[in-house]
């Protein structure tokens, strides 16, 4: 059993930089967390607390229900997995995964054991007498999960791991890594700025703006209930379309917006598209309707993102395949009453 719970953490560098601010999540034994955020807002140092890495300023970080704040890196039974593999270029595939068993003097037979068993679980058997430089990228991330994996760690941390990688092998790597941190059941700590990462390999997400926390669910929960206008405009690609309700009027809606209401939502999927002076179809369902004007297209293969403007707002629309709508053309777009969001003039979810 390694749950890993974080309460109330911070970390203050020198005195004044404040990089984590009071964060408190629970992790529960086997699942995979995913800290995600941009570039800055705390999740690197986060993780480096967890790894021992970093002193804890205050609050606690406990493994397995054993409070860690004062445990050393190397007695903490955690395996990192980093964004530069860090693999020694002198030593081959073998050497690189014994080595942190031999350093712990695990007797030989029992590293030999371990090491052949995880190559072939990482389909890395027939490379371990090649050196780092004679692998692909991928086969370098498969070593660096390898070494992680070979010592038996209750908990895996990992941070930033795919971001050195192209593009189609990020995502096959994702599918690797997701398959096999549910294989072995090991409690997991991710860290990416990627929100895609995030959203695919999470069973927990936690978003992380400045320091803190912004909302912590299963990721389909953040995505269709972002508690925040941070969160909205973070998760889900293209974002969220954000639209002071001042500028609804200039729309031809006669929507009633809850009380407090500073900002109105709505995921570019889940507007119904209609060529200017068509009827709005929707499905009867009553809702929002706006019409626009049409500032470019990107068809993508699969859909198309419909680039639009309305009262001086961007707006982002999404049509599954081909879209005969062009730029300069006028559309209409229906969203319904369920699939907006209003947000508080802090950005708050109402
Ligand atoms: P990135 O995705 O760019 O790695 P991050 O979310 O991981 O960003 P951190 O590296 O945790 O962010 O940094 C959080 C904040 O703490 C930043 O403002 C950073 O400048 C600051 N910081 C990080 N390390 C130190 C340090 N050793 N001394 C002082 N400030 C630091």
Redesign the pocket.
Known sequence: MATVDLKDVRKT??GN?E?VKGVSIAIPDKALCVLV??????????LRMIAGLEAITSGTVSIGEKVVNAVGPAERDIAMVFQNYALYPHMNVYDNMAYGLRNRGTPKEEIDARVRATAKTLELAHLLERRPRELSGGQRQRVAMGRAIVRYPKVFLFD?PLSNLDAKLRGQMRVEIKSLQRALGVTSVY?T?DQLEAMTLADILVV?NA?EVEQIGAPLDVYEKPASTFVAAFIGAPPMNLLPVAALSAGRTALAAPADAATLGFRPEDATLNPRGGAASGNGAAGLSLDMAVEGVEPVGAESFIYCRMAGERLVLRAAGRTATQTGDGLSAMVETAKLHWFDVAGKRL
């Open positions: 560098y020198f930089v990089a955020g941009p570039s800055g807002c705390g999740k690197s140092t986060l930033e860290v700025h992380m320091g």
